[in-house]
T-cell receptor
Framework: LAKTTQPISMDSYEGQEVNITCSHN???????ITWYQQFPSQGPRFIIQ???TKVTNEVASLFIPADRKSSTLSLPRVSLSDTAVYYC??????????FGTGTRLQVFP | DSGVTQTPKHLITATGQRVTLRCSPR?????VYWYQQSLDQGLQFLIQ???????AKGNILERFSAQQFPDLHSELNLSSLELGDSALYFC??????????????FGPGTRLTVL
């Protein structure tokens, strides 16, 4: 199982860039790295997925170094509505995925 | 709106009872996943079905069972309910079968309260 470690919580202010790092030292060759966002009492929502290097979409960027033992989710110019829990998932097969406790991001005005 | 629907939204029942939660995946998605989220356990993967067949199993209790029907909707059956089964139950779906490789679309969840 690819165990992941991410900070329990982070604080930021509106307009700032937020970087959340996830550590996954025992990532396997065919594992993907996926980030989900969850608001209270709602199902998680897919943010971004990558395998190596950098991936960017309309809401976030994902940076993965060459050794793939960590990854960083970057949220540009956060707003109050980005206050949520962010989960880093590493794996390929479903039964190897662990959501963990995630990172609780609080954005202040 | 993810396109995944779950019913009912809320369910209140008593210990020892049996309930059925229903999930309709997004149109075209062959995979259905079930998750349990409680305050002290986080989001736990229970079971996955792919095109009618069980694909992967997680921390699902023997009192719980699931199935996926020919029209691809899925049901999660919880029996001999205990107080500790109170939780949010999410269903998710994806196009293909590997949960780590595919984007999972989550439904709004069913909140189960066992009294």
């Amino acid at each position: 199982l690819a165990k992941t470690t991410q900070p329990i919580s982070m604080d930021s202010y509106e307009g700032q860039e937020v970087n959340i790092t996830c550590s996954h030292n025992n990532i396997a060759t065919n594992d993907y790295i996926t980030w989900y966002q969850q608001f209270p009492s709602q199902g998680p929502r897919f943010i971004i997925q990558g395998y190596k290097t950098k991936v960017t979409n309309e809401v976030a960027s994902l940076f993965i170094p060459a050794d793939r033992k960590s990854s960083t989710l970057s949220l540009p110019r956060v707003s109050l509505s980005d206050t949520a829990v962010y989960y880093c998932l590493v794996g390929y097969n479903t039964d190897k995925l662990i959501f963990g406790t995630g990172t609780r991001l609080q954005v202040f005005p | 709106d993810s396109g995944v629907t779950q019913t009912p939204k809320h369910l209140i029942t008593a210990t020892g009872q049996r309930v059925t939660l229903r999930c309709s995946p997004r149109s075209g998605d062959l995979s259905v996943y079930w998750y349990q989220q409680s305050l002290d356990q986080g989001l736990q993967f229970l079971i996955q079905y792919y095109n009618g067949e069980e694909r992967a199993k997680g921390n699902i209790l023997e009192r719980f069972s699931a199935q996926q029907f020919p029209d691809l909707h899925s049901e999660l059956n919880l029996s001999s309910l205990e107080l500790g089964d109170s939780a949010l139950y999410f269903c998710a779906s994806s196009v293909e079968g590997e949960g780590g490789q595919n984007e999972q679309f989550f439904g709004p969840g069913t909140r189960l309260t066992v009294l």
